[in-house]
Structures are given as C-alpha cells and as structure tokens.
C-alpha cells in the first residue's frame, strides 16, 4: 500500500511562532512609542540620580501626577487601551481612583460599546486599605455589568485585586485591565492586564546606592511626594464578605 505523500509543515503548525515573534515585536515598538509619549509630557525622566517618596535612591522616575497633562498623548493612549479591549462590550469602565479617571475618560470615549464612567474611592482603615465605589455609582455595577477597569500606573496591584472582589460581589465581572504603567512586570492578577508600559527600574538603599557612589547630585525634586497609598499598607475588603465555604 503506497505510505501517503509526507505531509508539509502546516503553515498553522508555524503560526503559533511567528505569532508570538509578532506580537513581542509590536509590543516591544508600542512600549518604546510609549515610554516617548511619556517622556514629552515630563512625566517620565531617566539619567538622574532621584529621592524617591520612599528614601530610595533610582536613576529614572515616572510621575503619576503629570502623565495625563497633555490632553491629545492622553487621548491617543485611551485609544489604544480601548482598542485593546473593544471587542469585549463594557458596561463600564471603573477608574480605580479620581486620578486614572482622565485616563479612564479617554478609555471610555474611545470604545464602541459606550460604557459609563465611574470611579472607585481608595481609603484606610486603622492598618487596613479599602476600596469602595461612591453611593451615586453603586447602581451601576450589579449582576451581569461587565466591567474594565482602568489604571494610570499599577505598583502592587492590590488595588485592583480589592476591585475585582467588589465587582464580583456586586454580580458583575471584570473583562479586564487596562493601564499605562506596569511598574512590576511579576506582579500577577487574576484578570487580564494591558499596559502601554511595563517596567521595572532598579531602586536602592542609599547607602548601597552606586549614583551615590560615582558622586552624582541627588535630585530632590520628587521626594516631597507622597508615597502611593498602595505601598505599606494591608489589604481589606470594603465591604463585609460573605462567608467561605
Ligand atoms: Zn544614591
């Protein structure tokens, strides 16, 4: 019986690889596109020798307060989070703060499906963090919402993990993350993350510190802000949980 004619590599056996080249490419193009938009609005800053909030010592920094300044950058990066996301329809799209809410605004506006906008509210408890949606905008996340959340720079992201519990509590789901900022790339969530940037940049102890050590001028320009909220504190939920089984 004649063996049957070999069989060429699938073009789709190929696929997967070329694929994932594709796609690490275009992320690697985007993240540089990216980090250069940030750069222009001042946000972003390198070849320095920064105080960080926290008393380390770093040689870039990224400044949550000015990435959203330059209203058209902000506008054309929503638009590329929501591009991201648009084939999932949200209901609403959740900020997890007033502060991503200019981005989450241009992430809104930019997807086809219309969403609302709402915002989370971060707060402590004694030793413990809470996220919580303000009373006007509880209706708007209840069974069957889909939500996309959206933030400006994840650092721990404990935040989010709190807002997909509360999301979930409310009936609704999180289809996903959308940020500019990863500034932990091990950090893991348990929904999907976008982000236009994911980066590490090395922090250190100033006495271990080699800018300090090459004698370069620390630059104290940053250091009179206050640290993320997300840093030292404990997570909590923000409201009572029901019980486990
Ligand atoms: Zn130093």
């Not at 040689?59 to 590329?80: N, Q, R, S």
């Not at 992201?157 to 900022?181: D, N, P, S, Y």
């Not at 236009?196 to 802000?225: I, Q, S, Y």
Request: proline share 10%; hydrophobic share 40%; glycine share 6%.
């Amino acid at each position: 019986m004649p063996s049957p004619p070999p069989k060429k590599p699938a073009a789709s056996a190929r696929q997967p690889e070329v694929a994932r080249a594709a796609v690490r490419v275009e992320r690697e193009v985007r993240e540089k596109l990216h980090l250069e938009i940030l750069r222009r609005t001042g946000a972003y800053r390198t070849d320095d020798h920064f105080l960080l909030p926290s008393g380390h010592h770093a040689p870039e920094f990224i400044d949550k307060v000015l990435v959203t300044t330059e209203p058209l950058f902000t506008e054309g990066l929503g638009a590329v989070i929501a591009k991201h996301f648009a084939d999932w329809p949200a209901d609403v799209v959740l900020s997890t703060g007033p502060g991503a809410s200019i981005l989450a605004h241009c992430v809104a506006r930019a997807l086809p499906s219309r969403p609302v906008l709402v915002y989370a509210i971060k707060g402590v408890q004694g030793p413990q963090r809470r996220v919580d949606l303000p009373d006007e905008f509880a209706r708007f996340v209840r069974r069957g919402t889909k939500v996309l959340i959206v933030e400006d720079l994840i650092t721990t992201g404990e935040t989010i993990k709190l807002l997909i519990e509360m999301v979930g509590e409310a009936g609704g789901t999180v289809g996903g993350i959308g940020c500019l900022w990863q500034r932990d790339s091990k950090i893991e969530l348990p929904r999907e993350v976008f982000s236009l940037v994911t980066r590490d940049f090395p922090t250190f102890d100033p006495a271990a510190c080699p800018l300090c050590r090459e004698g370069r001028p620390l630059n104290v320009e940053f250091a009179r802000a206050a640290p993320p909220i997300e840093e030292p504190l404990e997570v909590s939920r923000s409201r009572p949980r029901r019980e486990r089984r």
